[in-house]
Every structure is written in structure tokens, then in C-alpha cells.
């Protein structure tokens, strides 16, 4: 049974910037695809960008441009670089590892953009 666990959350003022990880108990590359989502309070759970095995990535198109995903396989560990942040990104963001047949979710860390 494979573990996810985010970390890297936290309080930021609009304009700032943080880095998300999110670290696999097994080897990273084991999973075919790392998703990272958000859920904002009322709202549906949201795919934010993706990373493939094969280095393949997308981006939602609010995040475009902002956001970047990025993978250390020697770390076991997918990361999500978020700058120029708004507040309309807080939510608690979750990543999700697809080794088929299962797929694996984090616990989530939160991220709340405000003044």
C-alpha cells in the first residue's frame, strides 16, 4: 500500500509564493501519473496540474503560467511551485498518484492566500 503525504502549506499574502511536495512512500516513478487537485470550501475537487511518468505535464488554465509541477525521482517527490498567488487559489490542496489499478490520495495541506 502505497502513502502520498503533502506538505508545504500555509498562510501567504496575494503576490507571494510556495512550494507544495508531495512525497511517496515507494518509488515515484512506480505511479504512471501524479495529479495534484484542490477543493475549495463548497466546491468540487478540482485537477490543478498533472505530471507522467514519461515527463508529461498540464496545467488548468487559471494556474497557467503561475503554477509548475515538477518531479526529484532520487527524492521520491513531485513538487507544485505556485507564485503570483490570489486569493481565489486557497483551498486544500491534495496530490494523487495513479499505479494502476489503484490510485492513492494524500491527506491534503491547506493553502490560504490573504492579506
Known amino acids: 500500500q502505497a502513502h502520498l503525504v503533502e506538505s508545504g502549506g500555509g498562510l501567504v499574502q496575494p503576490g507571494g509564493s510556495l512550494t507544495l511536495s508531495c512525497a511517496a512512500s515507494?518509488?515515484?516513478?512506480?505511479?504512471?501519473?501524479i495529479h495534484w487537485y484542490r477543493q475549495a470550501p463548497g466546491e468540487q475537487r478540482r485537477v490543478v496540474a498533472f505530471?507522467?511518468?514519461?515527463?508529461?505535464?498540464n496545467y488548468m488554465v487559471s494556474v497557467k503560467g503561475r503554477f509548475t509541477i515538477s518531479r526529484d525521482n532520487a527524492k521520491n517527490t513531485v513538487y507544485l511551485q505556485m507564485n503570483s498567488l490570489k486569493p481565489e487559489d486557497t483551498a486544500v490542496y491534495y496530490c494523487?498518484?495513479?499505479?494502476?489499478?489503484?490510485?492513492?490520495w494524500g491527506q491534503g495541506t491547506q493553502v490560504t492566500v490573504s492579506l
Open positions: 494523487n498518484g495513479r499505479r494502476e489499478p489503484n490510485v492513492y
Open positions: 515507494e518509488n515515484i516513478l512506480s505511479f504512471s501519473v
Open positions: 505530471i507522467t511518468r514519461e515527463d508529461i505535464t
